[in-house]
């Protein structure tokens, strides 16, 4: 594997943040002319971090997880990845970046229907070129993580919405990611399943030290994540989660 492009940064535990935000802009034209959605956002995410963002609809939440897994491009301002500014980078290295160093998770599962389980996990890996061999490999070991040692070679539509969701978590985690972005992953849920796949973060997040950053409407979700921000008029600010939610 290449180690540039697995490290844009250097060592996982340097003292810059994994990531840094500032002044960052991202406006949408539109016929009745420009919609500014982000406005001088300014951001710091560390090694280990779990964070919920939180804010009413359509305030940019998506739009701010698009950019931090560069599949958006801002409007203006800075994104560096362990120093390293992300958006000068060609679509190709943003690619690379993307399939190294990012994991996420949607609200909806989006696995390859033609696949089952074990194949869709291994999936991101293939796409980098590491050999089928290594990939089945780490893809049974995530999936056993992950409580689904008995679903592995299970077509992904016979499984359930809880099971469909722990599937895309081990995809997410498979390369061992440092920055794992999830867009509302248990809003699909019931609450019993819900709580059993953020479980699984959290628990990723303290053995693995994977960072998180969610995208949530959940109350209970956004106070377990612990460091809570509000996204309200383009920028971000620190609230308690029970009055932040909505």
Known sequence: MNNEARDPG????????????????????????????????????????????????????????HILGTLDHPTSGYVAFRGESVFDRSREELADLRGHFIGFVFQ?????????????????????????ADMRERADTMLRDVGLSHRIEHSVVKLSGGERQRVAVARALVLDPPLVLADEPTGNLDPATGDQVAELLFEMNRTRRTTLVVVTHSKRMAEQLGRVLVLKGGTLSDEAAGSAVV
């Open 108 to 132: 909806f599962h989006h696995l390859l229907p033609e696949f089952n389980a074990i194949e869709n996990v291994m999936m991101p890996g293939l796409i980098q070129g590491i050999t089928p």
């Open 10 to 65: 250097g060592d996982r535990t340097g003292s810059s943040p994994l990531v840094e935000i500032r002044d960052l802009c991202r406006s949408f034209e539109t016929p009745a002319g420009s919609v500014d959605v982000l406005t001088g956002l300014d951001l710091d995410i560390s090694e280990g971090d779990r964070i919920a963002i939180v804010g009413q609809s359509g305030v940019g939440k998506s739009t701010l997880l």
